[in-house]
């Protein structure tokens, strides 16, 4: 599949990230693109426990059209599909806290404090979001047919019938030797079924507006300095390997899935978007069945 490196390689990249102000140079073979990682500036992250998922490097998608598109943006001639509502969210403008402006005057984007958010609020979801041109689900109770063999996590994370496992799912994104992280938030661009590419080795499906084949919400576009019709490289990667950045900032900084049916002791568990003080209730009354739980149990 297009984007591995050879098993040697592959270690010596591992090895080299590792260390504390190396700078990475990816994709030297004939025709592939030269993409550098600074990694000095970052902080010091705590140390976690090394599993499979974390060690998995998937491969890059290589001088893909990237568009700009934003929460709330209403319908016009060209792109005739609003997004008050995603793939997988149908209150995503008012989970996300509001209308992401695109527009530069209305917008923070600093470096120095890590701020790239609207000016009028502050986003109640990672403001540093993407679509891809696949969805997983044909609704809410299943999906398509091929999404648990082209999907590679699907196995790992045994979904439910309809939940998906697609969205906030992290990406990595390259532009001019600046690195970005996102997470997968929404459906596009123009298509929702091309999983040769998102998955495979195959070119972006559509040819519309320079065969696009991924969407950047206006803080990334701010953050790498990337105007809509650029070239960009892109490859997933796990919750583990993403560095602290502005994209871990504001909201949801986890892979965030569809809310299952479930609930526990009467408390439905909040969906994506939910409140702070949902979020604390729910928390507490997990607590609250723990210690009930506990003192139920006889003393040794």
């Given at each position: 599949?297009?984007?591995?490196?050879?098993?040697?390689?592959?270690?010596?990249?591992?090895?080299?990230?590792?260390?504390?102000?190396?700078?990475?140079?990816?994709?030297?073979?004939?025709?592939?693109?030269?993409?550098?990682?600074?990694?000095?500036?970052?902080?010091?992250?705590?140390?976690?426990?090394?599993?499979?998922?974390?060690?998995?490097?998937?491969?890059?998608?290589?001088?893909?059209?990237?568009?700009?598109?934003?929460?709330?943006?209403?319908?016009?001639?060209?792109?005739?599909?609003?997004?008050?509502?995603?793939?997988?969210?149908?209150?995503?403008?008012?989970?996300?806290?509001?209308?992401?402006?695109?527009?530069?005057?209305?917008?923070?984007?600093?470096?120095?404090t890590g701020e790239f958010r609207p000016k009028n609020f502050v986003p109640k979801l990672n403001p540093f979001y993407i679509a891809l041109p696949y969805n997983d689900v044909l609704g809410w109770r299943s999906h398509k047919p091929e999404a648990s063999r082209v999907i590679p996590?699907?196995?790992?994370?045994?979904?439910?019938?309809?939940?998906?496992?697609?969205?906030?799912?992290?990406?990595?994104?390259?532009?001019?030797?600046?690195?970005?992280?996102?997470?997968?938030?929404?459906?596009?661009?123009?298509?929702?079924?091309?999983?040769?590419?998102?998955?495979?080795?195959?070119?972006?499906?559509?040819?519309?507006?320079?065969?696009?084949?991924?969407?950047?919400?206006?803080?990334?576009?701010?953050?790498?300095?990337?105007?809509?019709?650029?070239?960009?490289?892109?490859?997933?990667?796990?919750?583990?390997?993403?560095?602290?950045?502005?994209?871990?900032?504001?909201?949801?900084?986890?892979?965030?899935?569809?809310?299952?049916?479930?609930?526990?002791?009467?408390?439905?568990?909040?969906?994506?978007?939910?409140?702070?003080?949902?979020?604390?209730?729910?928390?507490?009354?997990?607590?609250?069945?723990?210690?009930?739980?506990?003192?139920?149990?006889?003393?040794?």
């Amino acid at each position: 599949m297009t984007g591995f490196f050879p098993t040697a390689a592959l270690v010596v990249v591992a090895m080299v990230l590792t260390m504390p102000g190396a700078v990475v140079a990816l994709g030297q073979q004939s025709g592939a693109p030269r993409v550098v990682i600074p990694t000095g500036a970052r902080p010091v992250a705590p140390i976690r426990s090394v599993t499979p998922a974390s060690r998995a490097l998937y491969p890059w998608k290589t001088y893909i059209t990237a568009t700009i598109f934003w929460c709330g943006e209403q319908p016009t001639s060209r792109n005739p599909t609003p997004n008050c509502k995603s793939s997988w969210d149908t209150e995503w403008s008012t989970n996300f806290g509001g209308y992401d402006d695109p527009d530069p005057a209305n917008r923070i984007a600093n470096h120095t404090t890590g701020e790239f958010r609207p000016k009028n609020f502050v986003p109640k979801l990672n403001p540093f979001y993407i679509a891809l041109p696949y969805n997983d689900v044909l609704g809410w109770r299943s999906h398509k047919p091929e999404a648990s063999r082209v999907i590679p996590w699907f196995a790992r994370i045994a979904p439910a019938p309809g939940q998906t496992v697609l969205k906030g799912r992290w990406v990595q994104i390259f532009h001019n030797n600046r690195s970005c992280y996102a997470q997968w938030e929404d459906c596009g661009p123009w298509v929702t079924d091309d999983w040769q590419y998102v998955f495979g080795n195959k070119r972006p499906e559509t040819t519309q507006n320079g065969a696009a084949g991924i969407d950047l919400s206006p803080s990334i576009r701010d953050y790498l300095g990337v105007p809509s019709g650029t070239k960009i490289h892109w490859r997933f990667v796990e919750d583990s390997q993403v560095p602290y950045g502005p994209w871990k900032k504001y909201g949801n900084a986890t892979t965030k899935q569809n809310p299952v049916a479930a609930s526990s002791g009467g408390k439905a568990i909040p969906k994506d978007g939910a409140s702070l003080e949902e979020q604390r209730k729910y928390i507490e009354n997990l607590r609250k069945l723990r210690d009930e739980q506990y003192l139920k149990k006889p003393f040794n």
